[in-house]
């Protein structure tokens, strides 16, 4: 029989490790996040939409903040699905010609968000800081 005992030490360590870890991720996150709305905000298209398997809604706050402070006139749709959930958000620049209050709730509503049971809704004016 093998049994392996951490000490307190050990533990410490061992959760400090996991503590960096997180914020290693966390970072290279929001670097992606940064990288991906530059691309996004070197588009032509009037709406831009965007789709990530596997990112959650930091993510996708994080790239339409980064989005609008690019490109303010920008509007869009970015959605990501997590863990069978399908996470969305309606983006508007402080330039751009779009009222969030009438256009969040009718994507929330189509057919195909519904269908995916969209469980999360982030609409926000985003204005540049």
Do not use: Y
């Not at 503590?19 to 290279?28: E, N």
């Not at 339409?64 to 309606?90: H, K, Q």
């Amino acid at each position: 029989m093998t049994c392996c005992l951490l000490s307190h030490d050990g533990i410490q360590r061992q959760c400090l490790e996991e503590k960096d870890l997180a914020r290693t991720a966390r970072s290279l996150s929001e670097e992606l996040a940064d990288t991906t709305a530059a691309a996004l905000s070197a588009r032509t298209d009037p709406v831009i939409d965007a789709h990530w398997d596997d990112r959650d809604m930091a993510f996708l706050q994080r790239v339409a903040r980064s989005l609008v402070e690019a490109a303010p006139e920008t509007c869009g749709l970015l959605t990501a699905t997590r863990n069978g959930d399908v996470l969305f958000v309606v983006v508007a620049g402080e330039d751009a010609n779009t009222d969030l209050g009438v256009v969040g709730p009718r994507v929330a509503a189509a057919p195909s968000f519904r269908a995916r049971q969209a469980r999360s809704l982030a609409v926000t004016k985003l204005s540049k800081c």
